[in-house]
């Protein structure tokens, strides 16, 4: 059974920083183009950051380009995103993504295989 998991959200002010973690079990990340959607409440999904993990080229939507760096470690299970300067804005319900057949990112939602339940961030004014 592929899960991702995801952990690391939580509440923080404004300004503030979170890291978030994704954990992968049943498939590995060595082939696939990995990421993170998020969605705030009565908003849809929407692209946040991706990197092709053998390639290790990144992607970031506009909203977060020089806030947030999506990483990974020498695991071939492993996720990160690094949430600086945090704006109350980004909050939302963060997913971990991922897909095999994409050559490039897309922020179509429903062309990712494989999500996580999702953790929640909260950005206090």
């Known amino acids: 059974q592929v899960q991702l998991v995801e952990s690391g959200g939580g509440l923080v002010q404004a300004g503030g920083s979170l890291r978030l973690s994704c954990a992968a079990s049943?498939?590995?990340?060595?082939?696939?183009?990995v990421g993170w959607f998020r969605q705030a409440p009565g908003k849809e999904r929407e692209f946040v950051a991706a990197?092709?993990?053998?390639?290790?080229?990144?992607y970031y939507a506009d909203s977060v380009k020089g806030r947030f760096t999506i990483s990974r470690d020498n695991a071939e299970t492993a996720l990160y995103l690094q949430m600086n300067s945090l704006k109350p804005e980004d909050t939302a319900l963060y997913y971990c993504?991922?897909?095999?057949?994409?050559?490039?990112?897309?922020?179509?939602?429903?062309?990712?295989?494989?999500w996580g339940q999702g953790t929640q961030v909260t950005v206090s004014s």
């Open positions: 993504v991922a897909d095999r057949s994409l050559n490039v990112y897309t922020n179509n939602p429903s062309r990712w295989d494989y």
């Open positions: 049943g498939l590995t990340f060595s082939r696939y183009i």
């Open positions: 990197i092709r993990w053998s390639a290790d080229d990144t």
